[in-house]
């Protein structure tokens, strides 16, 4: 469980550094092309990684789900 808790901390963080860009964005009357290319790049790693991360936390719900459905057998 200790993992789990861990994983959804730095998710929360991610989703965080994902809301600043957003953030940065929409306060923007101008966006500068490097920056705003630069902050798509960070962006699109964060979603890749969060992907992932996700990913993993689903298959430990269904490892979990499983073994309680075992359980009831």
């Known amino acids: 469980m200790e993992k789990t808790k861990k994983e959804k901390k730095d998710i929360g963080a991610e989703l965080g550094k994902l809301e600043k860009i957003v953030q940065w964005f929409e306060t923007q009357d101008q966006v500068d092309v490097e920056e705003g290319l630069s902050k798509v790049r960070e962006g699109a790693e964060l979603i890749k990684d969060l992907k992932q991360k ?9 490892e979990i789900k499983k073994d309680l459905s075992d359980d009831a057998e």
């Open 54 to 62: 996700i990913k993993k936390v689903e298959n430990e719900f269904e």
